[in-house]
């Protein structure tokens, strides 16, 4: 239940731009989702396919933008059973951190279940 598989990563370079150009958003600061409903697009039926992403801007090294995209990994890999329960349909999913503040494993994951909440109103909002 708590994993992340190859299948779920996202990687296709046609995704990633609709989803910036079409994508949705909700954010939690420092946290930000970008998402899009895929029209059965993956034979494969994965119902979710996540990126994340840290600035470049806000860490200079590598060492650490690496570790945050780690802590964004870990915080949906623990909570992405959340995501699963409201989905009715296959999501493309990016998530962000946008600050320069070094948050703990702690806030970020808190941060991360309060916008997987407002994702789902929204989701509720749409229908």
């Given at each position: 239940?708590?994993?992340?598989?190859?299948e779920e990563k996202l990687k296709s370079h046609t995704t990633?731009?609709?989803?910036f150009t079409t994508g949705k958003s909700v954010s939690k600061y420092p946290l930000r989702m970008v998402y899009i409903p895929l029209e059965n697009k993956q034979e494969d039926n994965i119902p979710l396919s996540i990126g994340v992403s840290v600035s470049k801007k806000h860490f200079k090294k590598a060492v650490d933008?690496?570790?945050f995209k780690r802590l964004l990994r870990e915080s949906y890999r623990l909570n992405k059973h959340l995501l699963l329960e409201i989905i009715d349909q296959p999501y493309a999913i990016m998530l962000f951190y946008q600050t320069k503040d070094r948050l703990s494993?702690?806030?970020v994951n808190e941060k991360m279940i309060k916008m997987f909440e407002k994702f789902k109103d929204q989701l509720q909002q749409k229908q």
């Open positions: 239940m708590f994993t992340y598989p190859k990633i731009s609709e989803l933008r690496n570790y494993f702690a806030e």
